[in-house]
């Protein structure tokens, strides 16, 4: 069932004249002044503070980019799989409105593609281009399609072959390799996150290769310390054969993970990252850590236990991050999977994750009753639950030496989240317990758009304060600086080469 | 107590000229750029998109005035019964000022009126017009003032006897019937909210008659749903002596509800209503289905059991939207008749219904796992929460294809609500995913004034991503004709003429 | 460590020239349009509105400075110990950037000062003070650092010592003692709050000078109503032999209770105010009440008897304002002290005080069910949950006569949380069920700095609406009159002059 088209007045292809040469097409271009305030004023100041900032390199301490591209350096295949079908931004809008995955070329869990034709995929995309109205989807593709490809028209039925054909052209040609771009887009460092199961072989390629390129990895540990995590039990056993330790004691899983981390800081992480469902933090006894330990690797703990589980070992990796300085992030707050069906069909990462309130000042608690003062330990916490930045996270990380506040997350990395972030954080947390701009993106080619959109918010935002006279120009040129480059190189370590 | 009269300077009536003409009163319209933005790009575009859109007939998918009127065509009684004691807007804030509901001829819950005189009620809510201010019921009555009685002075003590004749005096013509109103308020649809007990006979009597007007019913099933409901136990065995079912068993109680629900369909509907405490939903075996029946049968249910059944009956509803293709609205999260002295001496609807949290990742999971990839099914879901709009329904709605979401409601039918509604859920959920503007609404006059003010804040709405280069000012037209018009139509199926 | 040092180009100290008029420091001036919309439409409108409210006399109705300043009329020690180390907006944010308390000064549980010099302290602080940029700290202290002292440069590590030696100068002079600066600050009168065990002799000894000045106190019963709070058993044993009463009795506690609360009255309070960690009421039956005072003063009482004592505590504080007149305050939903390490090390008020999720709409059930219709009490409640101002609160001052909104409070008492505040509750509970603005600080200095924020912040709103044509100017302006001057009089009945 076709819902939006008949709306949009979109005809079916056939009356379509292939030749779009022949008819006007709406023109695609980025204006200048795009996300700045109407007001004359701000939007004077706000172009001030961009030019200061725009082609600044790019930071990109955080992310799930894939680390074999830049090992390889192979062409990408095609427009689908580059841009559509990784990105799950793209095709759950397109769900939403009815459209199958199956239709889109998304693999299914045992790893068949019902339809693999990548052009018709392309051509569905193209037909409901109009859903990604207003959202951050459109801007960041209408920034690739015009800066990265060179279009002048808009992506719709009648030019979505052309699109196709012409993007594909160019990933053929070398300015279109994986470090061609990379380097094309000013990136300065680069993070991917990995499992501790990981061999960082793309990584250890990179550094060993002769290109510049900064491409570094974060200790994700989520397969091996949460019990609900996919063959939980086996990762951990996994670990312990890696390792060299035995992993069915509690002292033996903590040392592997210390193996892992010392290993990942040689290949050059600066960081750790923790995806749980929630924030809690626990801080047992060392005989109550072992029992729950031995409890979670039996079969099938209770959900309390594996909860409980998380909780503790976000308390271990403080820990460990006191010792061996590895910044930590906290991304909590997602119901993963939401849909049996489609878990059962397609598997995790389908669009499906729907945040979920998140309750910061009892969670963090026992971590930061232990480490919270510590001044040798950065927590970076993230947030999918807005109503807690002006509540709860701004606060915390406004009298917490250990908290940093991560920027506008996943659903909110778009402009009027980015706003809603510094509204409802500065007066409480200020800039300097921010840590600047994260991406957080599968999609390559979005880095530089999201990065662009992130600048331009930031700059409109403290344009406003400008014109407030709630700040100078100058603090605001200098803070947008900050929040640009310097503050994620601090956050999370980076300015010494690895 | 008067508590707030003594700050405006009204003075006791005895004071006040009774030749109002011979004193300045201020003067009341209605500005054509109310609304709009202040920048004078941005309000040009938000004028231009308004034109567009201002002049559409009105959709009106879900409400609550009464078929009588249109059934009947009487003239209305006069401005205090037809303006003021229906609408608990209004009299639940001159209720927090202090004002008796007695005095406003507010029926007590034994049916009695203590004090029956309307144009001293009126005086009164005169007296007290200043508490409105800054309120979307100022702006809704402000507008049928000037636009369905031709006023030119504000409301105030000094103007309310003039108010109260004038209006009076118009309502006993023929021109201000409800049938007329109907026409020149260019009504194109106009649906009400019935309970499965209704015979539909103003329905009825509305299709039969000779008269054009569109008017649908909505089968609201909360009666014989919800355990906690008055005489739940003898609604359910009226369900069956209108059905012919023995509605004592699940299997009779369930059929008894298709039998309505193809009752319903057969005079119009196109939709139903549930308007539960939470949004849980569950999705029981027939057989825990059966027993737990039992249970809430019996007298008294445990409140557990009385929640447990009506998130099984969401599901129940939903299986059977499956198989009828009625249209599903989920209206959760109201404590309803807050106050127990208030419930007591005038029962319910008293303005004491007040939002709560509502957790819809959990709750809606059972019937969205059974229903929520099935195109078949169309549910359209609204919230008092708004917290949940960013974090919980737009992700939602942005990847089930099921899911709409329904426009701010209730407290958030007003201009910053509902711009807070398109701020927070455009991003995440687009434009596509929601279903333009209902009303909802007791008061029949407010209805173009509530279309009005929804046309002009989506319009300044898209004034913004236009200014600020995220839409194309094509496409912003295009979007406020579908939220103004094409979007309610499609969703709730009214494309096809009854 | 220091984190943020290197990026403000700071220097070590020894580099900087000590002449500082040699080279040219930022100026520092206050622009008269501060917080004024950018629109030249909206502004002026603003700017009318302002300067009908800008002279207006302070009506401050609740805070915590100190009444023995006004007692004693001493000269305040020095600039550190007058706006630092009793401010903890400002110590916690030095705190959260790695700032040890004990460098600056603030006393730790004990009663011992580690580095006691307060000028080191002050500049440390200078040193810091581009931390502040974009809250409101820094908006306060511009006004102070302007319209109190006279600076023309701004605060930085070169002017530290200039502004130290400065301000210690100007406050040993008698036109900067408590009583002048309050005369020249125009406030027409100033609420503290004590414990019931308070002797209310600060009060008294100005009650009895011949100084005009009007400085009230509030009734806080925290430390004998709530079982958690420190040394309670001792404070219920003090409370009898302070009353005469056996407080060891449900019976002769409450009338303790009342005896205090009459002396209160009689040195010249109109209010409580009530600080518990939720909003929870109750209303048990005598006998379970006496059982539960009972319980609570045996040893360590159970969380939940603790939480259910300070409930009952609400409802029975209710039922004497219905007897006594007394306004009741109501400041719930801060996790106090949320740090172990801190407390145990500083004790309590270090800017270790976290937000926490508020219902209101179960939590005053129990109380509204008793009083909410009951026009003799006066409820006001404030919150740090601003989810709940929309949702809850506005819903429920809306309809109740007994209760009324609390200003935007603590975190939210900035131009961002003003205007949210407004936003989120006007349209349901309009202006007149709001109380106007309080500014509840410990830093005297700050008064008329915060009401100059708080009056343009309402007067931006206000433009808005003009603006809008939701309103129109003339009614604007008896507004702002309204919140600035008029509510705060009638909420907290401080009409006559005691």
Chains 1, 2, 3 share one sequence.
């Not at 959900?303 to 820990?319: H, P, S, V, Y």
């Not at 916490?381 to 920027?407: H, I």
Request: contains cysteine.
């Amino acid at each position: 069932m076709e819902r939006c088209c008949p709306l949009t007045g979109v005809g079916s292809r056939g009356d379509v004249p292939r030749d779009i040469d022949q008819i006007l097409m709406p023109a695609l271009a980025l204006n200048p002044d795009r996300l700045f305030p109407a007001s004359a004023e701000k939007r004077a100041i706000a172009r001030r503070l961009y030019v200061q900032v725009a082609d600044l390199p790019i930071i990109s301490p955080h992310g799930h980019t894939d680390p074999a591209w830049f090992a390889g350096n192979d062409p990408f295949l095609n427009a689908t799989e580059l841009l559509l079908t990784p990105d799950h931004y793209l095709f759950r809008m397109l769900c939403s409105q009815g459209v199958e995955l199956d239709t889109l070329g998304v693999p299914r869990a045992d790893g068949s593609v019902s339809l693999s034709d990548p052009r018709a995929a392309w051509r569905l995309f193209a037909d409901h281009w109009h859903l990604f109205r207003g959202t951050p989807s459109r801007m960041w593709l209408d920034w690739v399609f015009v800066n990265v490809f060179g279009f002048t028209q808009i992506l719709s039925s009648e030019t979505a072959d052309n699109f196709y054909d012409s993007i594909n052209e160019k990933l053929s040609t070398d300015a279109f390799k994986p470090r061609a771009l990379f380097e094309r887009f000013n990136i300065e460092v680069l993070t991917t996150t990995e499992s501790p199961l990981d061999a960082l072989e793309h990584h250890q390629t990179i550094n060993e290769s002769a290109w510049a390129g900064r491409v570094l990895t974060a200790y994700r540990p989520d397969p091996v310390v949460d019990p609900e995590f996919d063959g939980f039990r086996d990762n951990v056993i996994e670990l312990g054969e890696l390792t060299g330790e035995d992993t069915s004691t509690w002292r033996g899983y903590l040392n592997a993970h210390r193996a892992r981390r010392d290993f990942f800081r040689q290949v050059g992480a600066t960081s750790t990252d923790h995806g749980h469902p929630s924030c809690r933090t626990a801080d047992l006894t060392a005989d109550e850590a072992r029992d729950l330990f031995r409890r979670v690797l039996a079969d099938a703990p209770t959900a309390e236990d594996a909860e409980l589980f998380r909780a503790q070992m976000l308390t271990e990796m403080a820990a460990m991050s006191v010792d061996d300085g590895l910044v930590m992030q906290i991304h909590p707050g997602s119901f993963r999977n939401h849909n049996a069906k489609v878990l059962g069909e397609f598997g995790r990462d389908k669009g499906f994750d729907i945040p979920m309130q998140t309750d910061y000042v009892h969670g963090l608690k026992p971590l930061l009753d232990r480490f919270g003062m510590n001044k040798h330990l950065s927590v970076i916490v993230f947030t999918l639950d807005e109503t807690s930045y002006s509540r709860e996270l701004a606060p915390m990380a406004g009298v917490y030496p250990t908290l940093k506040l991560g920027p506008a997350w996943w659903f909110h990395d778009s402009p009027e989240g980015m706003r809603r972030f510094r509204q409802m954080t500065t007066e409480t947390a200020g800039f300097y317990n921010t840590v600047g701009f994260n991406d957080d993106t599968r999609a390559f080619l979005s880095i530089p758009a999201r990065h662009d959109v992130a600048r331009r918010v930031d700059c409109a935002f403290l344009s406003e304060l400008v014109s407030d006279h709630r700040l100078g120009e100058e603090e605001a040129a200098e803070i947008a600086m900050l929040l640009t480059y310097e503050l994620p190189k601090q956050a999370y370590k980076l300015d010494s080469q690895s």
